[in-house]
Structures are given as structure tokens and as C-alpha cells.
């Protein structure tokens, strides 16, 4: 039997089963994570890939794909982009579009820190139910609110102004951050806070010498979240927003870079690309802060 299990014909098909299973499960490995991970790669940047090519393509490249590959530049040209960025208003629509969005982000993340530390902390009677509804409020349309809160922007006078868009954006941001945050002030040991009370330590104390630190990482997932939807925001901006110095990116190169019934598509893709671009950064500066926020806290 020794001489049977030991003979050279038996020795090749030992080697030749582990070949097979590490094939196997090479093979197993590329159709169960790599192609379905390349395919969602490519679904997710073709938006921007179609974008990138757009920008650069001449004018006869761009209306004429029977000559022309679509997907591909002959002649690449920075017409476009020259155009947007030295005969249009694009670099001030920027410039409000990023005050817009750094102005409401810091206001809800500064009202809904607060009511986030109040409901789960304070505990006070019908507090579950408090964000519950608070919560509740972000489902609400924005097509709905935005009649009501142009009568309240008209009466206040911040009609046709950047502030009416930093006071109303956060209507739909506090909402979403305080239930974010509510979840992550969970997470955050309360004997921690209640050593800190028996030292002699304030609410406001506790609030900002242990609970915010310790809370950065949900604090920078809320901020992600307020300043990616005030960037592209569209209908309040569309609504509040009149003169075409005061517009948004969003709203901007829909209705300055369209004239009647002739796009710019050239133009329209390279101010979409480039307003694409902050929110890109801002999400690659942070990714580390996100993701933890949203599979965990503090570890013990």
C-alpha cells in the first residue's frame, strides 16, 4: 500500500488537485468580487468620463458621431473651458455656490450638534419622540416647503440673496445631521460624561471638551452630507435666486449656458466637471472620518 500511495502516478494527481482548487477559487474569486467590481466601477465613472471627453471636444466633434467616435477625442481643445471661465460669470457663481454651502453647513452642524446633545443626553419626557419627528421633517418635499418659505424670504427681504439660501437650506440639513448625530452621540460611553459631572463640569463643558473630540468623526460625516447637498441643491436656488450674479453652480449653467434651444454642451460639461471637483476633494480629504463614523464609534 505504501508503494501504491508513493508511486509517481500517484504524486501527480496529489500535486494536481490543489492546482485545481487554487484555480478554482481564482476563478470563483474573479466572477464573485473583481467583474462585479469593475462593472460598478465603470457604471459609477462613466458620468464623468462622458463629462471629461465632452469638455475637450471640439464643436464638430461633438455634433457629428458619424465621422467622430463618441466615446473618444480627435482633436482635443480648451474652447470650452475658456469659454466658461473668461466670457461667462462661472468663477463668481463658484464663489457663491461655495459661501452657499460652507455658510449652511456650519449652521446646521452648529443647531443640529446641539439638539442632537439635548434629545440624547438630556433626557427629558417625549424626547425619543422629539427626534422622531425631527427626523420625520427631512421626508418632507422640498417642492412643498418652497412656497411658504418664499412668502417668509420676501418678507424678510432676502429675496434674490445669497443668505435666503443659507438660512433655507438648513430646513432639509438639520433634520438628517441631528438624527446622524443622535445615532454617534449613542455610541459615546456616558460614564464618561458622568465623571465629568461629579468633577464639577458644566453641560456646555462636557459638551465641548469630551463629547465634540470624541464625535469628529460623525461631526465630519454630517458635514460631508450638508455640504455635498447644499453644493447641488437646485430647486431653492432655482426659486430664491433671480440675478445671474447671484446663482448657483447647479442653477447657473442650466439656465445662463442655455440659450433657447441651443446647448452648450461643451461649456455645460466642463462647468458641471469643475463644480463636481470641490465636492470630490472634499470627500477624498475625509473618507478616513466618513467611513469610521458610519461603521463605528469610540472603542472602549
Known sequence: MTDVAASPGNTNVASATPDTMAWDSRARRVMMIYLPLACFVLILLFPFYWMAITSFKPNAELLNYKEHNPFWISSPTLAHIKHLLFNTAYPTWLKTTMFVAIGSTFLSLFASTLAAYAIERLRFRGSPYVGLGIYLAY?????????????????FGLFD??????????????????????????????ELEE???VDGATRLQILRRITLPLAVPGLISAGIFSFTLSWNEFIYALAFIQSGANKTVPVAIL???????VYQWGALMAGSLLGSLPVALFYSLFVDYYVSSLTGAVKE
Do not use: H, N, R
Open 161 to 190: 440673496s445669497p443668505m435666503a439660501l443659507i438660512l433655507v437650506y438648513p430646513t432639509f440639513l438639520v433634520p438628517f445631521c441631528t438624527w446622524l448625530l443622535i445615532g454617534y452621540f449613542k455610541s459615546i460611553p456616558y
Open 139 to 155: 421626508l418632507v418635499p422640498p417642492s412643498i416647503l418652497f412656497i411658504p418659505l418664499a412668502t417668509v424670504i420676501v418678507q
Open 255 to 261: 439656465t445662463e449656458l442655455v440659450t433657447g434651444d
Open 195 to 197: 465623571c465629568a459631572l
